[in-house]
């Protein structure tokens, strides 16, 4: 069991390492080819964030693991929201831009309900399935956010540029090998010890998902967050959160679900509801908070202390 829990958290370090190196080998090779750093940022960084939760929910899918699939993307979002926004504005108060407030939030919303429609066939019928139709219109949908995102955006010329840096041509081909391995070994090791482990301390995989999974494979939007909080680039620490969330349900289960169509318990219906709760929340201290358009400590506090609460009803009750 020693060897499960050990490969189990090296899974995660390697998973996330592998997706630096991939995001690392890809700017690299993107500068060479003179592409501007602009475009690099919205494009591969912004999806690299959420390597990590496909990579591990392609590996879910394939072994039939669909409840840690599933809960890893909603416990992800969950997260993103609250722990991680909440935490970026406990180191400084986050103002909400009105491109955020417009059509990102918004965006964010309305993945989980088109999800809880396509998710819920019982609804009409037949079996609850995420199918490959449906996974065809979430990836359809990532499409229109991406449109929106580069070509209807007014305010992408003043974005700040991040700054990227520039490896040799072996070297950024390196980068693209290690890190392609680190998020294939990573991924598999993460699956098969979660599964044992949950069975192990007798929690469901979808606990495991929704808690350990999904707070691990949230690390790389949490640590972008905080620093560019602490960097006062607040636009950056809340767009990287909802984004993620945004990408994690088109993106993520679009592909998923392309490759191998997911069952979809209806029990889950619980967690998704607390997804777009959870977007509600933010979006009511963006219009209606105490200081308005901005989301201050105290909602920030209060935001992770739901998350805390969210943890332990997961880990006692699932």
């Not at 590996?59 to 929201?81: M, R, V």
């Not at 805390?308 to 006692?316: M, R």
Request: aromatic share 10%; net charge positive; no cysteine.
């Amino acid at each position: 069991m020693f060897v499960t829990y050990l490969t189990f958290f090296s899974g995660f370090a390697i998973l996330i390492a592998g997706a630096q190196l991939l995001v690392n080998g890809a700017t690299s090779i993107g500068m060479k080819l003179n592409i501007s750093q602009m475009v690099m940022g919205l494009t591969v960084v912004a999806l690299g964030t959420s390597l990590p939760e496909l990579i591990v929910n392609i590996f879910a899918g394939i072994k039939g693991n669909t409840d840690l699939a599933i809960g890893n993307i909603l416990g992800s979002n969950i997260t993103n929201t609250l722990l991680v926004v909440g935490a970026a504005a406990l180191v400084v108060p986050i103002p909400f831009s009105k491109k955020t407030l417009q059509r990102d939030i918004p965006f964010s919303l309305f993945a989980p309900i088109i999800l809880f429609v396509l998710a819920n066939d019982a609804l009409f019928g037949r079996q609850d399935i995420i199918s490959r139709m449906d996974g065809i219109i979430l990836l359809i949908l990532l499409g229109v956010f991406l449109y929106f995102t580069f070509f209807k955006q007014g305010s992408s010329a003043n974005r700040p540029q991040e700054e990227f840096k520039q490896f040799s041509w072996g070297l950024s081909v390196l980068f693209l090998v290690l890190g392609g391995l680190g998020l294939y070994f990573g991924g598999k090791w993460i699956v098969g010890g979660a599964v044992t482990i949950a069975s192990a301390i007798g929690i469901s995989e979808t606990a495991m998902g929704l808690t350990l999974v999904a707070g691990a494979t949230s690390l790389p939007e949490l640590a972008t967050s905080i620093i560019a909080a602490r960097k006062n680039n607040a636009d950056m620490a809340l767009g990287n959160a909802v984004g993620s969330n945004i990408l994690n349900i088109f993106m993520v289960l679009g592909i998923t679900s392309v490759i191998k169509p997911i069952p979809y318990a209806s029990s889950l219906n619980i967690q998704l509801g607390l997804v777009l709760l959870s977007g509600l929340l933010l979006f009511a201290f963006g219009k209606l908070g105490k200081n308005k358009n901005t989301l201050n400590r105290w909602e920030g506090l209060a935001m992770v202390l739901i998350y805390i609460a969210f943890v332990w009803f997961t880990t006692v009750f699932q």
